[in-house]
């Protein structure tokens, strides 16, 4: 696996791990009424659907690029491979457009 993304994976697992335990701080003084706790599963869903939408952009953007480069390296040597690369782009394509539906779930239930 690639140093980058390791460490960027590790650092989003220690944030996430963090803001699943992170809790509100409440001082209570005599005269100053009680502070109710904030709810926190509405701004969960909100980074989960965030994570959802960034991590299968890039790994969609990561594809794209792959593929692009190698469509068109084949197209330079022979031109009629332009028709059977450019589904494979749209495939990859895909990967954010499933990245986005997860995430409209996520937010919607």
């Given at each position: ?9 590790s650092f989003l ?84 457009l499933w990245g ?8 919607v239930l």
């Amino acid at each position: 696996m690639n140093k980058k993304i390791f460490i960027v994976m590790s650092f989003l697992a220690i944030f996430g791990i963090a803001g699943l335990f992170a809790e509100t701080e409440t001082t209570e003084a005599n005269d100053a009424p009680a502070v109710e706790r904030v709810d926190n599963s509405q701004a969960f869903k909100y980074i989960a659907a965030g994570l959802a939408v960034g991590l299968a952009c890039i790994a969609g953007g990561m594809a794209v690029g792959k593929i692009g480069a190698a469509a068109m390296g084949a197209m330079s040597e022979n031109a009629e491979l332009s028709g059977k690369a450019l589904p494979f782009v749209g495939l990859a394509e895909g990967i954010c457009l499933w990245g986005f539906l997860v995430a409209l779930l996520i937010i919607v239930l």
